[in-house]
Nanobody, 118 residues
Framework: QVQLVESGGGLVQPGGSLRLSCAAS????????MKWYRQAPGKERELVAR????????NYVDSVKGRFTISRDNTKNTVYLQMNSLKPEDTAVYYC???????????WGQGTQVTVSS
């Protein structure tokens, strides 16, 4: 049974930091690119960051470059999203996904809420 379980979301003040984790099981984690998406109220889901299967390459949406860092630990079947200098516009439900680099994920997590507010 495939599972992607996100954790680490919450309420943080502007300028603060959060670290999201996504624990994977039920598939060969090290063979999949991993991605973080987010969806804000009333907006479409957007790809925030992605990382290749062994972490050799990463890619970010322009709005988070220099503030967010995606990483993975294939020994723990976990992908991370370190989010620094958070802004109110980063408020969204964040989802992790596993799948091909250029296509939509094959597997999705259930999402974790991130709220940036004073």
């Amino acid at each position: 049974q495939v599972q992607l379980v996100e954790s680490g979301g919450g309420l943080v003040q502007p300028g603060g930091s959060l670290r999201l984790s996504c624990a994977a099981s039920g598939f060969t984690f090290s063979t999949y690119a991993m991605k973080w998406y987010r969806q804000a109220p009333g907006k479409e889901r957007e790809l925030v960051a992605r990382i290749t299967s062994f972490g050799g390459s990463t890619n970010y949406v322009d709005s988070v470059k220099g503030r967010f860092t995606i990483s993975r630990d294939n020994t723990k079947n976990t992908v991370y999203l370190q989010m620094n200098s958070l802004k109110p516009e980063d408020t969204a439900v964040y989802y992790c996904g596993a799948g091909p680099w250029r296509l939509d994920p094959t597997y999705w997590g259930q999402g974790t809420q991130v709220t940036v507010s004073s």
